[in-house]
């Protein structure tokens, strides 16, 4: 069965610390990745995605994210973060059926 | 264009009643999906609809749940003969056709089922 697991159900960060949050997903055929991000109050909205091509993708607000294939990886990151991503945090897998798997996200909390 | 709408943002039903939800795609997006989403988890897919043809349907959806969309724009998601464990937030999403499109979401229909 396909699925996708994010590790890291809560996050605390101080500003200007460094996050990785951690997605592997298990499917054997081709995929597209997708991390989206919810922010308290608000909908589910796209951060980045990766379809083919270069396996660093970035995203909007300096959100980065790496696909290792061997790994079947695909971690999010940002250098610095602030108080506003504090957020939800959701890693996705389409299956080339155009079916999406979430994972369970992970709650980031970033102390001011 | 306002992006995905849902209504009613919230229900309450007793147990045993049939609901019914409703979701406005972006305008001309061709793809609508719904999922389900519980307390501590990421979304669930539901079904999905390439204009009025639904195409995927999940083996978690019981013969309680239908949903259409009849004339490829709006859709309708049923849930008949509720049960208390139907009680999440229910999402739609749309995307217009193509392989590098992505999905926007709605802000969501919330469940409660006493």
């Known amino acids: 069965a396909q699925s996708v697991s994010q590790h890291n159900h809560h996050v605390i960060l101080s500003e200007a610390a460094s996050l990785e949050l951690g997605c592997n997903y298990s499917?054997?055929?081709?995929?597209?990745l997708f991390w989206y991000v919810q922010y308290p109050g608000q909908h589910l909205q796209l951060l980045l995605k990766y379809f083919s091509g270069d396996p660093l993708v970035k995203g909007i607000k300096g959100f980065e994210a790496e696909f290792i294939k061997s790994k079947f990886s695909f971690n999010l990151r940002k250098p610095s973060v602030q108080w506003s991503d504090t957020a939800e945090y959701f890693c996705a897998v389409r299956n080339n059926f155009n079916k999406f798997y979430f994972g369970s996200g992970t709650k980031l909390n970033v102390k001011p | 264009d306002t992006g995905v709408s849902q209504n009613p943002r919230h229900k309450i039903t007793k147990r045993g009643q049939n609901v019914t939800f409703r979701c406005d795609p972006i305008s001309e997006h061709n793809r609508l999906y719904w999922y389900r989403q519980t307390l501590g988890q990421g979304p669930e897919f539901l079904t999905y609809f390439q204009n009025e043809a639904q195409l995927e349907k999940s083996r978690l959806l019981s013969d309680r749940f239908s949903a259409e969309r009849p004339k490829g724009s709006f859709s309708t998601l049923e849930i008949q003969r509720t049960e208390q464990g139907d009680s999440a937030m229910y999402l739609c999403?749309?995307?217009?056709?193509?392989?590098?499109?992505?999905?926007?979401f709605g802000p969501g229909t919330r469940l409660t089922v006493l």
């Open positions: 499917y054997g055929g081709t995929v597209n």
């Open positions: 999403a749309s995307s217009p056709q193509g392989s590098t499109d992505t999905q926007y």
